[in-house]
C-alpha cells in the first residue's frame, strides 16, 4: 500500500476516534448564583470574541465557524462577537487567565489584581453592544448585556499525537453587573487536524451549554 493511503487511513481512524470520544471537563459555579442561567432570545448572553491559540488552521476561520455553531445551537439567545475580534484582540486571553487564577482560588469576584480586566471588560461590553446596535444584531436599544461569556484556547502541554492537537479551553461568564464569576470551566480538548473546522464548534458549544446550565442538566 502506498505511503499516502496509510497516511490517509491513519488520519481518519484519528478523526473517528477523536469525534467519538469525550473529555472531561472541571466546572465550578458561584454559590451565590441560581442556575440554569437566565439566557433567552429576549435577554441573551454574549459571547467575547474568543482568542485561539495552537488551533491548526485559520483562526478568523474557525473563530465564525464557532459562531456559526452557537447560533445552530443556541439560536438568538446567545449572540457571538467573533467578527468584532479586532475591537479587543487577545483580551480574552487576560480576562481567561486572570478567572483561571481566581477560580484556581476558589475566589468567584475579579478582585484584586483581576479586577483592571473586568473593568476594560466593561469598558469594552460598551464599545461592542454599541456597534451590535448599529449592525441591527440587537433591536433594543435600551439592552445591555447581564452575562458575557468569556473563553481562550490555548495549547495543552504534554506529548502531542500526530496528526492531532491537544489544547485547552478556559473561562466562564461574567455577570456584568457584579463583575461576579457566575461559572467557570477548564477543558483539554484533543483536535484532528483534518477536522478542526467541524470539531471546534461542537467542542465549544458543550462548553457553553455546560456554563449556563444547572449541574443536574447535564449530560
Not at 499516502?4 to 451565590?32: H, P
Not at 479586532?86 to 487567565?97: C, D, P
Not at 484584586?112 to 449592525?135: N, P, Q, R, V
Not at 452575562?147 to 499525537?161: F, N, P, T
Request: hydrophobic letters at 45%.
Amino acid at each position: 500500500m502506498k505511503m499516502t493511503s496509510i497516511t490517509s487511513l491513519f488520519i481518519s481512524a484519528a478523526i473517528t476516534l477523536t469525534l467519538g470520544g469525550c473529555s472531561s471537563s472541571m466546572v465550578k459555579r458561584n454559590a451565590d448564583q441560581a442556575f440554569p442561567l437566565a439566557v433567552t432570545t429576549s435577554t441573551p448572553a454574549f459571547i467575547f470574541p474568543i482568542s485561539l491559540h495552537g488551533i491548526p488552521g485559520d483562526s478568523t476561520e474557525i473563530g465564525l465557524a464557532i459562531s456559526g455553531g452557537a447560533v445552530s445551537e443556541f439560536g438568538a439567545s446567545v449572540i457571538s462577537g467573533q467578527q468584532l475580534y479586532s475591537v479587543v484582540g487577545n483580551l480574552s486571553w487576560t480576562l481567561g487567565e486572570n478567572m483561571r487564577r481566581q477560580a484556581g482560588r476558589d475566589v468567584m469576584e475579579m478582585t484584586g489584581s483581576a479586577e483592571k480586566h473586568a473593568i476594560e471588560l466593561d469598558e469594552k461590553m460598551k464599545t461592542l453592544t454599541s456597534k451590535l446596535k448599529d449592525l441591527g444584531a440587537i433591536k433594543d436599544k435600551n439592552y445591555d448585556f447581564k452575562y458575557v461569556i468569556v473563553l481562550h484556547v490555548d495549547s495543552a502541554s504534554g506529548m502531542q499525537i500526530p496528526f492531532m492537537k491537544k489544547v485547552t479551553a478556559f473561562g466562564g461568564v461574567m455577570d456584568m453587573e457584579t463583575r461576579k464569576i457566575v461559572s467557570y470551566i477548564e477543558k483539554d480538548i484533543t483536535l484532528a487536524e483534518e477536522a478542526v473546522l467541524a470539531q471546534m464548534p461542537v467542542e465549544m458549544n458543550k462548553i457553553i451549554a455546560e456554563l449556563l446550565s444547572a449541574p443536574e442538566l447535564e449530560s
